[in-house]
C-alpha cells in the first residue's frame, strides 16, 4: 500500500487548518472563479512558491476549476524537496498528468475524499448526539485513523489521509509538500481570495499527490471552536489525549487542512 464541495465532504473532515493571519468571519466558498496562478521565486533552489491574483488576464486564458494551474511553481518546489539539496535540480525528472490521467486521478481521489468524510461524519455526528464534544474527542480518537486506513485498503491504487499546518493528531503532520500547498491556501484566505476546488501535484514514478481544502463547518467548532467556550470536562480531555493540540480556535468558514492522496498512476490507466 503507498504511503498513506459538497457539505459533507468537508464537514468533520479534519484535524485542523492555520490560524496565523486569519480574519474573523466566514471565508468565501470554496470555488475557482478568481484566476489564480501559482509561480516560483526567482531562487534557483526552488524553495517557495506563491499565489498571485490574475484578474487582469484575457478572458481565454482563465483555467478551468482543479486544473494544474500552479503547476510550473509547484512542480518547481516538490522537485526542491528532493533534489535542491544536492544540486541536482535540472536532472530531477517530474512527471506531467495527460488530460486522461488527470482524469482519472480527480474522479477516484474525489471518490476517496466522500467516502472517508461521510464515514467520519456519521461517526461524529452519533458521538455527538450521544454524548456530546467529549465523546466525540473519544470517538475521533478511537476510529478516525482505523476508517482512514480502511477506506485506502478498499480503493486500490491510492492512499488518503488528512494534514493540517496545525493538527490535533500529530500523525496528520505535514510534510514539505503539504505544507507549501497549505500556506499558499492560507495567504489566499487570508487575502479573502477564493481556494481552488482541489489541486494534483505530479510526481515521479507515475504518482500524484490530490489535495482537496477542509472548510470549517459549524458543527465543527464543538470541537475545534473557541477554547474559551470549552466545557471544563473538554478542555481536561484534549490536554490528556492530545497535549500537543493546535486545532481550535476556528471560526466557520475558516481553512482547517486538506484531504490529501496519493495516486499510483499505474493502477487508475489499468482499471484496478
Known amino acids: 500500500m503507498l504511503e498513506s464541495s459538497e457539505r459533507t465532504f468537508d464537514e468533520l473532515g479534519g484535524e485542523g487548518g492555520s490560524r496565523s493571519g486569519m480574519r474573523g468571519g466566514p471565508k468565501p466558498t470554496v ?11 526567482s531562487n534557483p533552489t526552488c524553495s517557495a512558491f506563491k499565489a498571485t491574483s490574475e ?6 486564458a482563465k483555467p478551468r476549476p482543479g486544473k494544474i494551474w500552479w503547476l510550473s511553481g509547484l512542480v518547481c518546489s516538490v522537485v526542491a524537496v528532493t533534489s535542491c539539496e544536492s544540486g541536482d535540480l535540472e536532472s530531477a525528472e517530474v512527471a506531467v498528468l495527460t488530460p486522461a490521467q488527470e482524469e482519472a486521478a480527480v474522479s477516484r481521489s474525489m471518490q476517496a475524499v466522500k467516502l472517508l468524510s461521510e ?3 456519521t461517526q461524529l455526528k452519533a458521538a455527538l448526539t450521544a454524548g456530546g464534544p467529549e465523546n466525540a474527542v473519544m470517538v475521533c480518537l478511537q476510529v478516525a485513523q482505523p476508517l482512514t486506513g480502511a477506506t485506502s485498503d ?6 488518503i ?14 510534510d514539505q509538500v503539504d505544507r507549501k500547498i497549505l500556506e499558499a491556501w492560507q495567504e489566499l484566505a487570508d487575502s479573502d481570495q477564493a481556494l481552488p476546488d482541489h489541486e494534483i501535484v505530479p510526481l515521479s514514478g507515475d504518482r500524484a499527490l490530490f489535495y482537496k481544502p477542509i472548510i470549517t463547518q459549524s458543527l465543527c467548532l464543538s470541537c475545534h471552536g473557541s477554547a474559551d467556550e470549552f466545557s471544563p470536562e473538554l478542555l481536561e480531555l484534549l490536554a490528556q489525549k492530545y497535549p500537543q493540540d493546535q486545532a481550535s480556535g476556528y471560526q466557520e468558514g475558516d481553512l482547517r487542512g486538506a484531504f490529501r492522496v496519493v495516486l499510483d498512476l499505474n493502477a487508475l490507466a489499468s482499471g484496478e
Open 55 to 60: 484578474m487582469d488576464q484575457e478572458r481565454s
Open 31 to 41: 470555488n475557482t472563479k478568481r484566476d489564480l496562478k501559482m509561480r516560483h521565486t
Open 119 to 121: 464515514r467520519l461524519s
Open 161 to 174: 489521509s488528512r494534514t493540517s499546518l496545525q493538527v490535533r493528531n500529530s500523525d496528520n503532520s505535514p
Open 154 to 159: 478498499e480503493l486500490e491504487g491510492l492512499s
